[in-house]
């Protein structure tokens, strides 16, 4: 199966998301406002069940809302991770520009990782491993020099074209109404974002009893 599925889901699964999260309270990080246990809200086990999957198999993440792009990372854990999916589903996009989500085709070495390039800003992370400076062959499969070119990195990337030096990947729509599907460990990244403004969505993690890539 390729990678990422952009999957169409009914907008009623998507307001039944809007709802449970603007009905709900939970915590802010250093760089969104989260709600976690996810699989707990039927809203989040009626999304994965309509795109054929088991809720049981639900490990982890989130509803977030987040005002700034968030940096490249991956998300499944070092033991194990090609039994990981994720499914990002975009809740609201109070904005007309479109918002890309970029996929890149490296996959992690080191489990939850986040790469914050040369930011002058201290994050750490509750789950992944902080990395600053160069994403380098020691952190992430298929390392490229200069897999980002000057076209897709205005196009799509937020932040300086140096700090995603050794990625190379693809752009997809993020937009309410359709669902993104991809391994847990492969480096993505929220795409470009318009200022003073925010976006929600919720991103679901299974582990499946079969590895992802023999889907």
Not at 29 to 43: A, L, N, V
Not at 161 to 172: C, D, F, P, R, T
Request: aromatic residues 12%; charged residues 20%.
């Amino acid at each position: 199966m390729q990678y990422p599925q952009l999957i169409d889901i009914p907008m009623e699964f998507v307001t039944d998301l809007k709802q449970t999260f603007e009905s709900t309270s939970g915590h802010i990080s250093e760089t969104m406002d989260k709600r976690t246990d996810i699989q707990k809200y039927d809203s989040v086990t009626n999304v994965v069940k309509h795109l054929g999957y088991n809720p049981t198999h639900i490990q982890g993440d989130n509803f977030y809302r987040h005002p700034h792009p968030y940096f490249p990372h991956s998300d499944a854990p070092k033991d194990d991770p090609e039994y990981h999916l994720h499914i990002v589903v975009p809740i609201i996009k109070p904005y007309p520009d479109t918002q890309y989500f970029v996929v890149f085709d490296q996959m992690s070495k080191i489990g939850r990782a986040t790469y914050i390039g040369f930011t002058t800003y201290d994050l750490n992370f509750e789950a992944n491993k902080t990395i600053r400076g160069d994403i380098t062959s020691d952190y992430i499969t298929e390392h490229v020099d200069d897999g980002i070119d000057s076209d897709f990195h205005e196009k799509y990337l937020p932040y300086p074209i140096e700090w995603y030096n050794g990625l190379s990947g693809q752009a997809v729509e993020w937009k309410p109404g359709s669902a993104i599907i991809f391994p847990s460990n492969r480096v993505h990244c929220t795409g470009i974002m318009p200022p003073d403004t925010e976006k929600i969505g919720v991103s679901i993690r299974l582990k499946l009893n079969t590895p992802v890539y023999e889907l």
